[in-house]
């Protein structure tokens, strides 16, 4: 087999008991199916249970009909016609059989359609609480799940489980319906000729082999793949998106990219063909013996016929019951080896759930204080991102008094996005701590902690929501409070924005949806301004919040903000001295250290590189 791919390991790896191990999972599915109703899981049940027993049923009524016609056929005629038959009451036996085998039809098909609404239904209900769940789970995984690539490939797997999964349990009710069909056909077998059992059992073992072979093979294919299929869904997003049209447009990215997409599409394609192939020819092959097993013992039946020993019903019942059984116990076997191959694929969907949040909430919280008397220090932090080797921030030490505005400097790179995910615990220091009033902030209640730091991103969200829930998720058990938005917008200068809006508060931004408004850069950030508050929160941070404002509305923001922040403590971080030159106090971030700490003129005056990096900007204004 080729390689297929990182972490794929090969089929032979899997040892017996990990696939075992995997079956267990079909416990965790039946548990949700059950979850998710109780009524149509009985019912699926129920109803297949009756169909299970339809087969013979019929088959014997067949044999019935069959004995009877050639009793009949060997009667001395009562008339010339059908009613002189029938006045004789000779026809009244077969009359029988034939309403009991209507009936039988009549019902089966009744029982096929209600086992399929009840599948289809239970099967969407099913597909929608998965999909609830997972959403559910990943709400509760940390910063650092999503920024990583594994993680990313393990929530693309559950995804696409949550979708098609569905069909699992219905295929092991069918299993079980079949294996009740095929208990009660041996049965009747039995009676004729108990080793035609022995022999189609035999006969099916290389074709179910076969089909666990490829079944395996098949889903580490799939699973080796999952990086390029999300690098496949990555470039079609790129190709297809207004967000990504100006640049594809203008740097005449269609032939690059649709290159790459063949490229990517057509490996996937030729590992897949091969896969198809192999399975085709084997599969084929594998049938045959089969079916030769099939016709051997078709002679014999009738063969035995021929020499008296079976009645024709008997041949009838007997062919119909071999070929049936033929069917099922291929169907059985094959469907034993699927189950579980689907179980491989349900391990991808539940070990996304054991996936299990790092950053969690203290055995017993203590509250935030409110109002802040201290103020937030870090003392001796050290932080390096999961999968990187060398330290972002270390030793860093610095506090930002309760009331202040302190502003953080620093190169590209320096660490300062790094220093605000410390601060909102959406990751935690690997040295020393952070502590609000001399609480460590992993004492503090994660929900707690939230509540009082209003953030704004650098590369903040610009949801494709209407323009008051853009501002009202700021605090999401306001975000119908019409009056609280709108105070927020007038403080972030935002409600002039969307005021211009035909649609005014409830004007759908982005270019998602149809009818959707697309903002400028600056007026998107006032946006978000607003939603930074939306929260009373005691500690504003700000990445970046003016960059993409203009010189006048920056200059206006920014008074609003030092006249709103009164009381409040704030971090905030910018590339561009204007703002910086504001705060009460100004850090210089170097290579995850402190290196500089004061006022505006007093490190000007030190001349250090505050004083140099300053002096570069202002000369560009010269
Ligand atoms: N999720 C991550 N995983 C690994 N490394 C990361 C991650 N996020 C950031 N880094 C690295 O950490 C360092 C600090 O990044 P950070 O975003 O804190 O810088 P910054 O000072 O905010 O930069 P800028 O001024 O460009 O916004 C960078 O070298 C960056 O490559």
Redesign the pocket.
């Known amino acids: 087999m080729r390689d297929i791919g990182p972490g794929a390991r090969a089929p032979d790896e899997l040892t017996f008991s990990q696939r075992m191990a995997n079956l267990r999972h079909l416990g965790r599915l039946f548990a949700q199916i059950w979850r998710t109703s109780r009524f149509l899981t009985l019912a699926s049940i129920g109803l297949r249970l009756v169909k299970a027993l339809q087969p013979i049923a019929m088959l014997y009524v067949g044999k019935l009909i069959i004995d009877e016609v050639v009793r009949l056929s060997g009667i001395a005629s009562p008339g010339e016609d059908v009613w002189a038959w029938w006045e004789s009451g000779a026809l009244s036996t077969i009359t029988f059989y034939l309403g009991i085998e209507l009936l039988l039809v009549l019902v089966n098909d009744l029982l096929t359609r209600s086992v399929n609404l009840v599948d289809t239904v239970l099967g969407e209900m099913h597909s929608n609480t998965v999909s609830v769940e997972l959403l559910q789970h990943a709400a509760r995984l940390d910063?650092?799940h999503f920024?990583?690539a594994d993680y990313q490939d393990r929530l693309e797997r559950a995804r696409r489980q949550a979708a098609s999964r569905n069909t699992v349990l219905a295929q092991i009710f069918g299993q079980a319906q079949d294996i009740i069909t095929v208990a009660t056909l041996a049965a009747g077998l039995a009676v004729y000729a108990p080793w035609l059992i022995v022999l189609l059992f035999v006969s099916m073992f290389p074709a179910v082999w076969g089909e666990q072979r490829f079944n395996l093979r098949g889903y580490y294919l799939n699973r080796g793949r999952t990086p390029e299929r999300r690098q496949l869904e990555y470039v079609r997003w790129v190709g297809a998106r207004p967000e990504t049209a100006k640049e594809v447009k203008l740097f005449g990215l269609g032939d690059f990219l649709v290159e790459r997409f063949r490229t990517l599409a057509t490996a996937i394609f030729l590992d897949n063909r091969k896969l198809a192939i192999e399975r085709t020819v084997f599969g084929g092959i594998l049938a045959a013996v089969s079916t030769l097993t099939y016709y051997g013992a078709y002679a014999y039946i009738v063969w035995k016929t021929i020499s008296g020993d079976f009645s024709i019903g008997d041949l009838a019942f007997l062919s119909g019951s071999f070929l049936r059984l033929n069917g099922l116990f291929h169907q059985i076997m094959i469907g034993f080896t699927q189950v579980a191959g689907q179980s491989l694929y349900l391990d991808d969907l539940f070990s996304f759930f054991e996936i299990k949040p790092t950053i969690l909430d203290p055995a017993k919280p203590q509250s935030f204080p409110d109002p802040l008397a201290k103020g937030i220090r870090f003392e001796k932090v050290g932080f390096?991102?999961?999968?990187?080797e060398?330290w972002?921030?270390r030793d860093l030490s610095f506090e930002i008094k309760a009331g202040e505005t302190v502003a953080l400097v620093?190169?590209?790179?320096?660490?300062?996005?790094?220093?605000?995910?410390l601060m909102t615990r959406l990751y935690d220091p690997v040295e020393g701590r952070i502590t609000i009033d001399g609480t460590d902030i992993r004492d503090i209640g994660l929900a707690d902690l939230a509540r009082h730091m209003g953030v704004i991103f650098?590369d903040f969200m610009r949801f494709s929501f209407t323009a008051g829930e853009n501002i009202g998720i700021g605090d999401v058990t306001a975000v119908d409070d019409e009056a609280r938005i709108r105070e927020a917008a007038e403080r972030s200068l935002a409600a002039a924005v969307i005021e211009k809006l035909p649609g005014r508060y409830t004007q759908v931004l982005g270019r998602m949806f149809s009818k959707g408004r697309d903002l400028s850069g600056g007026e998107w950030q006032k946006i978000a301004i607003a939603r930074a508050y939306m929260r009373d929160a005691q500690v504003m941070i700000l990445?970046?919040p003016t960059a993409a404002l203009d010189a006048k509305a920056e200059a206006e923001v920014f008074a609003r903000f030092i006249g709103l922040a009164q009381g409040k403590t704030t971090l905030l971080?910018s590339?561009r001295f204007s703002t910086v030159r504001m705060a009460d106090r100004i850090l210089v971030?170097d290579n995850?250290r402190i290196i500089e700490d004061g006022s505006h003129a007093e490190l000007v005056a030190r001349g250090g590189l505050y004083a140099e990096l300053f002096e570069l900007q202002a000369a560009g204004y010269r």
């Open positions: 910063l650092m920024e990583s390096r991102y999961p999968e990187s060398t972002t921030i620093g190169e590209n790179g320096a660490g300062k996005t790094t220093i605000v995910k650098q990445d970046e971080i590339h971030l995850g």
